[in-house]
């Protein structure tokens, strides 16, 4: 009834054993490209239905998790997924850099799998997902990992984003980088400057 199209891809690769990851601008690039096949043949592209939600609304679908959700943001019981949710958010505004983020986290009684792998070039090798577990002195339940990703299923919130976060992170090192760098530069030019001063009109040093 729905003629449509799938893009396959195999998510190990056959000679190393390396999970395929792929960034969301990648994904957007394949839908774009979906799309263009369906307008090529004719076929309808389906619009996805949008629904706008407010930063910290209860998204979980399950009445009886969204009840316990909606009990701990009140403060009337504990919950693991907001104990996760908020030690994200907070660290998320808190936090300089990376060590920050995953030191706040820790303090909030939450450890962090960043999912990533220096690799013997020194590049980095990401996993897909990024892993949150509540430790045994703050947690109420019996399964208390979490991915990233999986609580925005629970509480809308845009610090709930794998690529995003490792973006945020990368840009604030690429940031401190050119601020460390700037005051050398500065430095060098001054005392350039100050060589170019100190020489006569026959360029010997005075």
């Known amino acids: 009834k729905h003629i449509h199209n799938h893009i396959v891809v195999n998510s190990v690769n056959f000679e190393n054993g390396e999970k395929f990851y792929y960034e969301e601008k990648e994904f957007n690039r394949w839908r774009d490209r979906a799309d263009e096949l369906a307008q090529e043949y004719g076929l309808e592209i389906v619009q996805p239905k949008e629904k706008n939600l407010e930063i910290g609304e209860v998204t979980t679908k ?51 799998d960043w999912g990533e792998t220096v690799k013997e070039d020194g590049s980095i090798k990401y996993r897909k997902y990024i892993t949150l577990t509540v430790d045994e002195e703050h947690r109420v339940s019996k399964k208390p990992k979490f991915r990233l990703d999986s609580l925005e299923n629970h509480i809308h919130h845009p610090a709930f984003n794998t690529e995003k976060l490792r973006e945020h992170f990368k840009e604030l090192d690429k940031k401190k980088e050119l601020e460390r760098y700037k005051p050398k530069e500065q430095e060098n030019l001054w005392k350039k400057h100050l060589k170019n001063q100190s020489r006569d009109k026959d360029g010997m040093e005075l």
């Open 62 to 112: 399950s009445r009886h998790t969204r009840e316990a959700i909606e009990k701990a943001l009140r403060g009337e019981k504990q919950s693991d997924i907001v104990t996760v949710s908020l030690a994200v958010i907070q660290a998320g505004e808190e936090a300089k850099n990376k060590e920050d983020f995953t030191r706040i986290l820790k303090e909030k009684g939450v450890d962090i």
